[in-house]
């Protein structure tokens, strides 16, 4: 249900400086206040405000900037504890976090070395005989592209 409410526009009879200075109240802004403009202030109040700024800027630390991609990080310490030992025999590894634990499962048949890097025991398949009479066929193109 609705209200009966007027919708005539209601006219202000503030000022226009009045209604600025109203709005800056409601948004919680300081009152502008003549003293603090530019072109009213002499050369001994824009010494001052100088002076002011310069003892306070001594006084914070300076922004640090850094690439928000790259930050900054601590510097690499080396750190013998936590390591990885590996049994070779069963192909498994353990993470050890102090030297106690380290005789334990080096007495267990773990090592410190890492396992051997094994090659690749198979070879692609060959291809069928009519994909590899194309592939030639492709390969002479390109050698004879290249001589040109």
Do not use: C
């Amino acid at each position: 249900m609705p209200l009966n409410e007027s919708t005539a526009i209601r006219t202000s009879n503030l000022t226009p400086e009045q209604r600025r200075e109203a709005e800056r109240a409601i948004y919680g802004l300081p009152q502008q206040k003549e003293s603090f403009m530019a072109n009213n202030m002499t050369i001994e109040d824009i010494e001052r405000m100088r002076e002011l700024v310069r003892a306070f800027d001594g006084q914070g630390s300076k922004i640090k900037e850094f690439d928000l991609n790259n930050p900054p990080q601590a510097p690499y310490r080396y750190q013998e504890f936590p390591r990885v030992v590996y049994h070779h025999a069963e192909r498994t590894m353990t993470k050890v976090h102090s030297t106690d634990e380290l005789d334990q499962h080096l007495a267990t048949g773990y090592s410190v070395e890492p396992y051997a890097a094994v090659a690749a025991d198979h070879a692609p398949p060959p291809l069928e005989p009519a994909i590899a009479r194309e592939a030639a066929a492709i390969d002479a193109q390109l050698v004879k592209r290249a001589r040109k």
